[in-house]
């Protein structure tokens, strides 16, 4: 006779079935489990010779170059590494430009007209942040706006100083009265871009734009009112280089110094009436004729330890960027001269900066700089190449991304 389960004992053995069925299950689960993952570890790299796991090559480079770019610290040839390495990346993700729209771009505004040549630095910045990550059409987005006029461009039309001074006054008088952002801080975050003496005599017949609005000018000269703090040095670039960048090349640099170019200024004068004739530095009373060679004077930089650079109309030189593309350590020979990125790199670093009146015992200051003083300084010359080269479209640590730095720089001083 079979006996009747209470309901009380039927749910118990519901339960207890139940509890049986859960734990065989995980028990099942976890055994496949193990199973799965010895399996897979007998076909490992470790156990397998055939199998290769890693990227392919193309991808580690890059890899590796991110890291590189990213965590390589920075050298003492900066003033301050780390606040430059901070302040740079917070500066590429949040600076905003407003590029003012009015203006003729077929005229004055908005299009350089060539990127070769003495202007070249000009119209690289034209092209570069028109195309940039830091434009933004939005002016109540933007850091600071940009007045783009083109003083290189009238002159290539042929346009007067007196007239291009018209023509800038109006300009900037008209943007005043069209929009409310020159008012709000009297010009203060405002910036032009100017390269050469063009600019500099096209701007100064108009006293409030000189005075108030960020000048990023070729010719930062003290005794012309440049103001260190408030505008900004273009370097003057001649590109494209005719030749490639030299450096970790010191065994073939057997000349202590060279210059060779026009005499037109004093300091150039005395250069070369004093050192014309000397056997150990080769200083020269003018270009050197083409006719002689094919880039003669591009391989003389190749083969020469310091390269002279004196003022010329003005007191900045391409000489400069010339010499450091070539890997010839720089002499600045000048009283005046705020050079580029003053404020960030160390230029006793990576050249030699010396006053006018120090062109007399020019031959024996290079002499008694020991070897390994010019090594380090060739070496950190070749760290900065990147600084003092034009990209389109630009490239992180360029020319353009270091004037966008110092911009970025002065427009944390503005007061609203």
Request: charged share 20%; glycine share 4%; net charge neutral.
């Amino acid at each position: 006779m079979t006996a009747v389960k209470s309901p009380q004992q039927a749910v118990a053995s519901s339960t207890l079935c139940s509890i049986h069925g859960s734990l065989l299950t995980l028990a099942t689960l976890t055994l496949i489990s193990f199973t799965y993952i010895s399996l897979k570890s007998l076909h490992s790299p470790f156990h397998d010779p055939s199998f290769n796991s890693s990227p392919p090559p193309q991808v580690i480079s890059r890899v590796e170059h991110l890291v590189e770019e990213e965590d390589s610290p920075f050298s003492d040839v900066y003033h301050s590494p780390e606040i430059f390495r901070l302040n740079y990346r917070e500066m590429e993700k949040n600076f905003k430009v407003y590029i003012y729209p009015d203006g003729d771009p077929n005229t004055f505004y908005q299009t350089p007209r060539k990127l070769t040549g003495k202007y070249a630095s000009e119209g690289y910045f034209f092209q570069n942040i028109r195309d940039s990550r830091f434009r933004t059409n939005d002016p109540d987005q933007a850091h600071l706006f940009f007045i783009p006029i083109s003083c290189h461009k009238m002159r290539g039309k042929g346009t007067s100083y007196e007239n291009m001074t018209v023509i800038v006054q109006n300009y900037v008088e008209s943007l005043i009265s069209k929009y409310p952002y020159w008012n709000r801080t009297l010009g203060a975050d405002h910036f032009f871009v100017t390269c050469h003496d063009v600019g500099v005599r096209a701007t100064e017949g108009v006293p409030f734009l000189v005075k108030n609005s960020i000048r990023v000018v070729c010719s930062p000269s003290y005794d012309v009112g440049f103001i260190p703090h408030k505008d900004v040095a273009l370097p003057q670039v001649l590109q494209p280089f005719a030749l490639p960048a030299g450096g970790n090349d010191i065994e073939n640099r057997t000349t202590l110094g060279f210059w060779a170019g026009h005499r037109n200024s004093k300091i150039r004068v005395i250069l070369a009436r004093v050192w014309e004739n000397d056997t150990e530095l080769d200083i020269m009373n003018n270009r050197i004729n083409r006719a002689a060679g094919e880039l003669l004077y591009q391989k003389r930089f190749y083969r020469t330890k310091f390269c002279i650079c004196p003022g010329g109309s003005q007191v900045n030189s391409a000489r400069i960027a010339d010499s450091i593309h070539y890997g010839c350590v720089p002499v600045i020979l000048s009283n005046y001269y705020d050079l580029p990125f003053n404020d960030i790199l160390d230029w006793r670093k990576f050249s030699v900066v010396l006053k006018e009146l120090d062109v007399y015992q020019l031959k024996q200051i290079l002499k008694d700089i020991p070897d390994a003083e010019f090594v380090a300084l060739h070496n950190n010359l070749v760290q900065v190449q990147k600084h003092f080269q034009w990209n389109s479209p630009p490239i992180r640590y360029d020319a353009f991304h270091m004037i966008m730095y110092e911009l970025w720089l002065r427009h944390q001083v503005i007061k609203y």
